[in-house]
């Protein structure tokens, strides 16, 4: 089992910075970390996503260049810095570990946090 604990979201204008943590417990990530993230009456889609092992990082279009995923293997943490935020990355930020799969889909994770909300004005 693998606990997910979020925390980092609030408000911030629009070309602020927000940074999340992702804080496991239980077990280690096992191959992937990811974030999604929900905006109201819009289905919860792919944000960011680093492989364990390698520190390698994959990217949703609409954030590259913006966000940065990274984590601290000695802390089982999983970071997203958010920068140049825009009213479009409102949202509730989920946390999740890896199961099996691609990791660009939601059923390849089997754990998700509890999420932490970003909210961007314009």
């Known amino acids: 089992q693998v606990q997910l604990v979020e925390s980092g979201g609030g408000l911030v204008q629009a070309g602020g910075s927000l940074r999340l943590f992702c804080a496991a417990s239980?077990?280690?990530?096992?191959?992937?970390g990811g974030w999604f993230r929900q905006a109201p009456g819009k289905v919860r889609e792919f944000v960011a996503a680093?492989?364990?092992?390698?520190?390698?990082?994959y990217y949703a279009d609409s954030v590259k260049a913006r966000f940065t995923i990274s984590r601290d293997n000695a802390k089982n943490t999983v970071y997203l810095q958010m920068n140049s935020l825009k009213p479009e990355d409102t949202a509730v930020y989920y946390c999740?570990?890896?199961?099996?799969?691609?990791?660009?889909?939601?059923?390849?994770?089997?754990?998700w946090g509890q999420g932490t909300q970003v909210t961007v004005s314009s």
């Open positions: 999740a570990a890896h199961s099996y799969g691609n990791y660009y889909y939601i059923s390849s994770y089997g754990y």
């Open positions: 680093i492989r364990w092992s390698t520190g390698s990082t």
């Open positions: 239980g077990r280690t990530f096992s191959s992937y």
